[in-house]
């Protein structure tokens, strides 16, 4: 079998293609340009060693992994907002989602907050759920009753008629 040899920038331009904005498939690269999923994968894999982002299957921003966010907020982070809009234009995402990924970054990290009052707290909240609950049962007790005395009725003038008070 002979093996073809690609040029570095054919080896580019398709490594350009998987990377955002445009995150084309490797499939759909393979297809377009006739070079083997296996040597777009190599390539692809190559690339994100070397520390770009390589999103890959045409994914959306929204369904990357938390590594690739985390790699984009590391490496927005020392930009200024001039920078940022440029980085987000090349990447093909919006500044406001980076601001998010850094935010559930920071959270991710956040200690616990510990209070005393925090089970006094559920205490309260599932007593007055029980008494809700006990509330709403009764309602739909009287509910069902008082359903059941209108079928009645209308049971009683189909048979007997509207009827005089007597």
Known sequence: MKQVRYTTEQREWAIQQMMPPLNRAVVELAKVTGITTVTL??????????????????????????????????????LSEIELSVYCRTKGIYPEQIAQWRLACEQANAPAVKSTTIPQADAEQSQRIRELERSLKKKEAALAEAAALLALEKKAEAIWGKGKAE
């Open 41 to 78: 994968r190599v390539w692809q894999k190559a690339a994100r060693a070397e520390g770009r982002i390589m999103l890959g299957d045409g994914k959306q921003s929204d369904q990357w992994s938390s590594t690739n966010k985390f790699r984009i907020v590391l490496e927005t982070a020392p």
